[in-house]
């Protein structure tokens, strides 16, 4: 199997193009929204945003990596699924926990650093799936200049 054939049948990654960022920044602008629109209008509340986008989280992750092939849905629902957990979590730590957004972001960085621990000690390493390891370089936590961070801004008169 020739190396540019071999790419495609094993990525689980779309090729990043002008069509993947316009996407992304839709599926970003998603997220912030369904975050919102869960804790706020709904009036669910923080910690129920959280766990519910932390569950949904955590489950497409499971079905990405589990998956055989590029399924696209499902890998922009996970980016969906990141962007809301993080929107909420921020939200989470800022207005119910009081350690900011700084805070939020060092809590959402010890989440990733915890998930990368338990990959490598089921794994042995981490360079088993790169593609995934990509994927998860792209879209960790929410984008690092978020609405969120725009309001606190705006608040703080920056």
Not at 80 to 92: H, I, P
Request: charged letters at 20%.
């Amino acid at each position: 199997m020739n190396r540019a054939v071999h790419h495609d049948v094993l990525s689980k990654v779309p090729e990043v193009t002008l069509v993947f960022w316009i996407t992304k920044v839709a599926a970003t602008t998603l997220g912030e929204t369904g975050g919102d629109s869960v804790t706020r209008a709904l009036d669910w509340g923080y910690l129920v945003g959280t766990l519910l986008f932390l569950g949904l989280l955590i489950a497409l992750v499971i079905a990405q990596i589990v998956s055989e092939k590029f399924r696209p849905f499902l890998y922009w629902s996970t980016i969906v699924a990141s962007t809301t957990f993080g929107t909420t979590m921020a939200d989470f730590a800022d207005r119910l926990l009081g350690i900011g957004y700084t805070g939020g972001s060092s809590l959402l960085f010890a989440c990733l650093m915890i998930a990368l621990a338990l990959w490598y000690r089921s794994e042995g390493k981490l360079s088993r799936r790169r593609q995934e390891i990509a994927a998860l370089k792209e879209k960790p936590m929410p984008p690092p200049l978020t609405t969120r961070d725009i309001e606190w801004m705006v608040t703080q008169r920056c």
